[in-house]
């Protein structure tokens, strides 16, 4: 199963009018990282940076001198998230603004039904919450002392570590799961998996009549039956 999780910076808040600055996106598969990312700064096209959104991300307009456009980008960006789903917090605030993106150029809309939004995962699962990327990471002892201000990649990253841990946990470690990356590079992760020993055997939960049963039954089934050749080479040597 291929999963992108993604996030933006935008210009503002409006997204018929703001535009995508930053793109950050990681692929996961079967719920591991495998390294290949996705990782953009865009140049709005002449749309200044609203300075309350340069207070969030930390990105100016000066920032985004000489960057690619959105065009310049947009093949690449499909590409790289063509066939899987798309895993997001507050998913609709970024898919908004991508679909805006594709509006511009003639471009379909991505389909709101490959969107797995965080958000809407963590206020189901914490009611009372709080349900910030910040307040998860807390929540679940994830190392966010990184994350000064709001950046695509880095929160990406992050909420990878969330999404695990808001669908039940890091039980899907325990495979060995192997990989190989678009770019080329191959991976093997293998987790070690101790199985402890009992001290004691549990005791048997038949009794001596249920066994006794058992015996004469398959006393009965002839010498050739299976459960006879079973008992035969479970007798010590």
């Known amino acids: 199963m291929r999963e992108i999780i993604f996030d933006t910076?935008?210009?503002?808040l409006d997204n018929r009018e703001d535009r995508v600055i930053e793109i950050g996106a990681i692929e996961m598969i079967?719920?591991?990282?495998?390294?290949?990312?996705?990782?953009?700064?865009?140049?709005p096209q002449g749309?200044?940076?609203h300075p309350d959104a340069q207070d969030v991300h930390g990105i100016s307009n000066a920032d985004l001198e000489g960057k690619p456009t959105f065009p310049e980008i947009i093949d690449e960006f499909i590409d790289f998230i063509d066939g899987a789903k798309l895993v997001a917090h507050n998913g609709t605030f970024d898919l908004g603004f991508i679909n805006a993106e594709f509006a511009r150029l003639?471009?379909?809309?991505?389909?709101?039904?490959?969107?797995?939004?965080t958000l809407a995962l963590a206020r189901r699962k914490h009611p009372m919450g709080?349900?910030?990327?910040?307040?998860?990471c807390?929540?679940?002892g994830i190392d966010n002392s990184r994350r000064t201000k709001h950046g695509a990649l880095l929160d990406s990253e992050l909420l990878a570590e969330v999404y695990i841990e808001l669908i039940g946990g890091k039980q899907s470690a325990l495979v060995l799961e192997s990989f190989s990356s678009a770019n080329g590079g191959g991976n093997t992760r293998q987790?070690?998996?101790?199985?402890?020993?009992r001290p004691e055997p549990l005791p048997p939960r038949l009794s001596e009549a249920e066994l006794a049963a058992h015996d004469k039954l398959v006393g009965g089934l002839?010498?050739?039956?299976l459960w006879a050749k079973l008992l035969s080479s479970a007798e010590p040597n």
């Open 9 to 12: 910076e935008t210009t503002g």
């Open 138 to 140: 807390r929540r679940y």
């Open 130 to 136: 709080p349900n910030s990327l910040d307040a998860l």
């Open 222 to 225: 002839g010498e050739k039956a």
């Open 30 to 43: 079967n719920r591991f990282p495998t390294g290949n990312t996705f990782h953009k700064y865009i140049n």
């Open 47 to 49: 749309r200044q940076v």
């Open 191 to 197: 987790i070690e998996i101790v199985v402890a020993v």
């Open 106 to 117: 003639d471009q379909p809309a991505i389909d709101a039904g490959r969107l797995i939004d």
